[in-house]
């Protein structure tokens, strides 16, 4: 379908269901696309880092886009991360993303390497000049140990190399400049990564957000949304706090045990377990999984944000 | 042919010559296999850092090894990193490089993700289960963003997962450490990553070095390491310290145009150039080339080193 | 005079104007506290980083708080920094400042020592159980390189250690959880020390705001802290991305010939002396002045503001 | 008494003895002092980072070089750190351990403020022309959080800024920088701060060593310092190798408990005290002290190096 320009609203980072044997369980994909689209998101973006593109092999990444692309590609834009380490990676998976049905990529800065803001340029440039649909830029320091900096995504954005920026940097301050300095830029959207200020990114001129939690609780931050368009500040912020409570189930595994992703990745897909929505809650290797104390206690936040 | 156990010597990790439109140059690459074989080396390790392994596509990589393996295959044992983010991205790669024909892979703890040392022994078990050929630890905070710990690798040394350590974090006393828990444990392989320090690690009990300007200069380390083992330490001092100054040609590109990749990889293939061993110096995308003037100074280091 | 309880509203880090030879220039420094007060601010704090607390010998420090509480200390609460490694440090500088008349004291968690959370919170303890004066937490992760967790915050609010937080972290998310969890505790005190994202901080339940460029333009923040607080959102917006667009001034310094103190704080003093506030645009040493063109540049930023 | 051209030896930052109620133990001090002394060792170095100097109050830290020069002061040269975050206030502290005595200064680079290489340079030298006595870099980035590139020290030691670095970096690559590069600078004395590659250092060129374990097995380095300076580089390796599991009390704290600098200087002061040469093993606060089971352990560690 034609790509929004610019995107804007709810665009969870659809997690990917694992069968036990660690395979992409489709059905199970599915059912939650369907709850995504149910509950009213405005686009779905495969691929990205809450969906464990990290974890998942080349075939798998693959299955993943054509079927949510089968699935749903007429009623909604499907963006489809192309995460790797340097360009000529990334190009095979904007090849592989685009040849399976996805309406845009996402693309972070270089990683694993020692890199340069030039060479971040040149990067997006390249791979924008072989694109066959939009690219967007997604800043996420806490995986590729860089920033991307303000005005060089805003002279990407002016040149049209880049179609948007998914910010999951946490630095609202440095978001504000882009949303500030692409106003002029109408066409070019602004999207948090954040799931704990929304309203605050919304309010101050974001285009929409892409938030892993909307997984989990799609209904709420498409309310949030809402009625930060509304321009009903008081609700909306009732309604972001109610998420921000929500959002803590994320710390459910014991730091002792395990690192960051198998903790939230664990207990995003032990929610959508819970919930009745995916099969199984596996998580892929080498991630720990969370263990039936932890996962109670994924089931309490559900419980008092009311989605039990 | 067979894994030496324990491997020691100096084990370059090879340079990837291009062509000018950044495809593998065959003939290049062979030249600097032949290269770094008459100077003596006692293995090869294709598709590491300074291998550009970062840069390289799937085809590309499955080439490197293929080629270096059909060429040398019998007289020197070829390793192949294996590197990816995770371990079933990580396993895709071990199942190539080893059909491609590589006699140990080497593999360095997931990153992207936010991970913790639980995870990163589950990495290597998971590997090791799987791999046909030994499996060797590559510690590379620079890249990772994790430190591999010492009690870590001597428990997986130890337990058989591992065949040995690659160890490019520039801490000498964590090597150490590592070194000396490994005296029991003689089929155990300890590798110091580093130019500099290569006396000193051998001094210390390291089983050998796999530094990347033994594309450039084999013939010295072969000296440097036979120096050492002879005990000829203060000759070993010297050869060491005329390394020292020809790595600095590494510094040759400027920091405000370009990263310490860039740098560093584009200064060893202009080396490589203008010895005459390799027909282009372009290193891949996004790296930014090194100018004529930069070009320039790599090219005293070669004559102060008497390498012209 | 009686701390406020909770403080709320514009509390400028009050700069400290230095002589051309880098002493404490008191007539300078108690116009710019007349500015301050004139422009309707509602606290002051002295020997913040803003202030060159790090730079300030002792004597220098406790002539700033006297001056300082002499001159306005029955028209507004003082609140000065005790800003040292560790706990017996720190101590003294609390011993001292209360002597000079300050109305709180704000600290950081220590730092060049390898830290803890338990140490930190042993740490506020301590300092509290000793100050004649309430204790506000500086959480300011870019000069202590830890972060306040937003847990440990909110434990020592409850049991009355902390009298309130100033949070120049940069991370709104967390911030928010330190306001929705202290929304129990009256007397508490959350506040940003952010210059951008004021209105942001607000919105979500902050009591107030101590941003450095506040010396610059206190009227600017004082006018966004009305607007609100009356809840004229569109406005307040528009009045924050003014500030925002003054406070590039911030990089009027070259990076390449000095550090990113040196740049903001030389451009606030440059803007002052510019403004004719205070005598000299001096910093402390080691810091590297502005050049002609670069404080020229800190002009133009000051006039697209209206300010000069 | 002179201060020697080049330092060389073995200086250990001697350890500060606290009473129970954390005031400066100078009897147990004076002890420590007899106690190194006895082991033979080259210099002292009071006020560094092993004697707790960040916790130290102004107070404490002059009494400690008064006393130390006064007990011993004829016989050794006493070398006092004067760490503080910036230019004046290590001029502050550079003032008084001068009138109390100190032979030489140790100084950082800037902290807690965001600094620059030109700034570090501007520090050293404004500090060298107001010293009295001789200047010793010492960097420490664990602490301090920015590196000392080897080409300023070098600048820095060629214009006769420095007398010396203390290296506590652990890049034994960069430290070689400077050992090489200032070999025609007879004068200038390169000492490294590690405990664990003493005898790397010395082979490579160095000086001396600083290590903190020194207060603990200050025969131990003696010997070793003896032993690499007869070239009897087997015997050395095998002390060294015996003081790196000894080395291994740092650990001796639980990090879920305490950061590291409670269990490494908290285990250095269990030694002192299980030898019998301070009254109490008290650390300074907010540090937490060893449980009974840690304390043993550091017992089993000196048992096990033949020290108890």
Redesign the interface.
């Known amino acids: 379908m034609t790509f929004p320009s610019p995107l804007t609203g709810v665009v969870p980072p659809v997690c990917t269901p694992l069968t036990p044997d660690?395979e992409v369980d489709v059905p199970s994909l599915l059912r939650l696309v369907d709850h995504l689209v149910e509950g009213g998101v405005h686009a779905l973006f495969v691929l990205g880092?809450s969906s464990e593109a990290?974890?998942?092999?080349?075939r798998?990444r693959r299955l993943v886009v054509e079927s949510v692309v089968a699935h749903v590609g007429r009623q909604l834009p499907v963006l489809a991360g192309a995460?790797d380490?340097?360009?000529?990676?990334v190009?095979?998976h904007v090849e592989a993303v685009t040849a399976a049905g996805a309406d845009a990529v996402v693309v972070t800065a270089?990683?694993?390497?020692?890199?340069?803001p030039?060479?971040?340029a040149?990067?997006f440039r390249?791979i924008a000049a072989a694109s066959p649909v939009p690219v967007i830029a997604y800043d996420i320091p806490?995986?590729?140990?860089s920033k991307l900096p303000a005005d060089l995504v805003l002279e990407l954005a002016a040149d049209g190399t880049l179609a948007g920026l998914k910010d999951s940097s946490?630095?609202?301050?440095g978001f504000?400049?882009v949303v500030?300095g692409a106003r002029g830029l109408p066409r070019f959207s602004v999207l948090t990564g954040?799931?704990?200020?929304v309203?605050?990114a919304l309010?101050?001129?974001a285009d929409g957000a892409v938030p892993g939690l909307a997984n989990v609780d799609p209904h709420g931050y498409v309310r949030l949304d809402r009625l930060c368009r509304a321009?009903d500040?008081e609700r909306a912020?009732a309604e972001q706090?109610r998420l921000?409570a929500l959002f803590k189930l994320v710390g459910a595994g014991d730091?002792?045990?395990?690192?960051?992703?198998?903790s939230a990745l664990g207990a995003f897909k032990a929610a959508l377990h819970l919930r009745g929505i995916i099969d199984c809650p596996a998580t892929?290797?080498?991630?720990?999984p969370l263990s039936p104390e932890e996962t109670e206690r994924v089931g309490k936040f559900l419980a008092a944000a009311g989605l039990l």
Chains 1, 2, 3, 4 share one sequence.
Request: neutral net charge; aromatic residues 4%; charged residues 25%.
């Open positions: 660690r880092s990290a974890y998942l092999r080349d798998q995460i380490m340097t360009t000529p990676r190009l095979d270089p990683f694993y390497t020692r890199t340069h030039a060479e971040i040149r990067h390249l806490v995986a590729v140990h946490g630095d609202l301050a504000r400049e500030t954040s799931e704990l200020v309203d605050s309010a101050l001129g321009g500040r912020r706090e921000c730091p002792a045990r395990m690192g960051g992703s198998s892929a290797e080498p991630q720990v």
